[in-house]
């Protein structure tokens, strides 16, 4: 039975790429893939010392990437055992902390952190902890499912077995990476303007995705997401987006303030209003 609905739901999901071929250009973008194959590599240069946040035992640059471009890359994951099951020669030192509450000692030349944020309770803790790693002019690149998008405000609603269950009956493909509890705690591209700015980081560039993968089980469901996504892109814009890539720049001199102790104590922002 279990067999008979996978090929079900692959011929869907052909039938759904099919249907998006027929939208303007952007609609049919992979944010992930994207960040991986565009994003990323536009700021990579060589003997770079990078720190890959979240990584775990999938850690973003492959040994061949890293031996060519001379990468010192450090892997940042809350789970010992995730950093373990990384390749060997991937990470050239781990640090097994929860990175809401790292303090770095400012030493990257870049910050890599994709499909993280969403799992973590207090975002700005974490971008509080980009900026402190990142040397003066260096940037933290982020890869940010959106807390707007329909199934990220299911996978806040639903239990978690009941999620589990159905994402690996339906993709189970994603076993290996997917189906960490999610939060998305200020997960959208305005608060990520915010927390930049209360953190002295510089936002540099967004770019916004309106791909994912989640409702082309069925394409009539497929369909409806994206008659939803049009009309909330109507109204709210990028806010309405599936994902985003953000590049957070660190200035080269410190931003002038009248109280940098103070701003730096009260730096928790409000929620924004959607």
Not at 78 to 104: F, N
Request: aromatic letters at 10%; hydrophobic letters at 40%; charged letters at 20%.
């Amino acid at each position: 039975m279990r067999k008979l609905l996978q090929m079900f739901v692959a011929t869907q999901q052909r039938w759904c790429r099919i249907f998006d071929t027929a939208l303007n250009g952007r609609f049919a973008v992979d944010g992930a893939s994207h960040f991986g194959r565009v994003f990323v590599p536009a700021q990579v240069r060589p003997n770079m010392t990078v720190y890959d946040v979240g990584g775990g035992k999938h850690p973003f640059f492959g040994n061949e990437t890293k031996a060519q471009l001379r990468l010192k890359v450090y892997g940042i994951d809350i789970t010992e055992q995730e950093l373990k099951e990384a390749p060997v020669g991937a990470y050239d030192g781990v640090i097994c902390r929860d990175i809401c509450s790292y303090a770095g000692d400012g030493t990257a030349d870049l910050v890599v952190c994709q499909a993280v944020l969403e799992h973590v309770n207090d975002t700005d803790a974490a971008v509080h902890s980009f900026a402190s790693l990142l040397k003066p002019g260096a940037a933290a690149l982020v890869f940010v499912p959106c807390r707007n998008a329909i199934f990220a405000r299911l996978n806040t609603i639903l239990p978690e077995k009941l999620k589990r269950t159905i994402l690996f009956t339906l993709f189970p493909t994603t076993q290996r990476a997917h189906g960490f509890p999610a939060h998305y705690d200020r997960c959208a591209p305005r608060d990520f303007i915010a927390m930049a700015r209360v953190n002295n980081l510089q936002v540099e560039a967004i770019e916004s995705y309106y791909m994912s993968a989640y409702f082309s089980f069925f394409l009539p469901a497929h369909i409806m997401w994206r008659i939803w996504q049009g009309l909330s892109l109507s109204v709210v814009g990028d806010q309405a987006c599936e994902s985003f890539s953000v590049v957070l720049r660190k200035p080269q001199t410190p931003e002038p303030s009248s109280d940098i102790s103070n701003a730096f104590v009260q730096r928790r922002i409000p929620e924004q209003s959607h």
